[in-house]
Nanobody
């Protein structure tokens, strides 16, 4: 069983940067894709980014491309999300996710494993 634990959320002002981290435990995630989703109040869950275990593929939601950067450290079983030029529209609960199958990040049911989430709030 895989457990995912996010950290790094918080309250920041518009224009600031924030880095989220997610550490996996329970097993090594070699071969797994890891990534991030977010969900704002009253809105549907939204894909943010993913990176496969070997880096290929790496995908971003179009609205985050150029502002967000996903990286991972396979030796440490961690994935990070560097978020720049944050706006109030980025306010959401951010969830880490992992799956053996990249396509699951685009399926309605989503990846196999999820973290509990970390809150990001951007004030104007």
């Amino acid at each position: 069983q895989v457990q995912l634990l996010e950290s790094g959320g918080g309250l920041v002002q518009a224009g600031a940067s924030l880095t989220l981290s997610c550490t996996a435990s329970g097993r090594t995630l070699s071969g797994y894709a890891m990534g991030w989703f977010r969900q704002a109040p009253g809105k549907e869950r939204e894909f943010v980014a993913l990176k496969n275990w070997n880096g290929d593929p790496t995908h971003y939601a179009s609205s985050m491309k150029g502002r967000f950067t996903i990286s991972r450290d396979n030796a440490e079983n961690t994935v990070h999300l560097q978020m720049n030029r944050l706006t109030p529209e980025d306010t959401a609960m951010y969830y880490c996710a992992a799956s053996l199958h990249v396509r699951s990040f685009y399926d309605p049911t989503g990846p196999d494993y999820w973290g509990q989430g970390t809150q990001v709030t951007v004030s104007s």
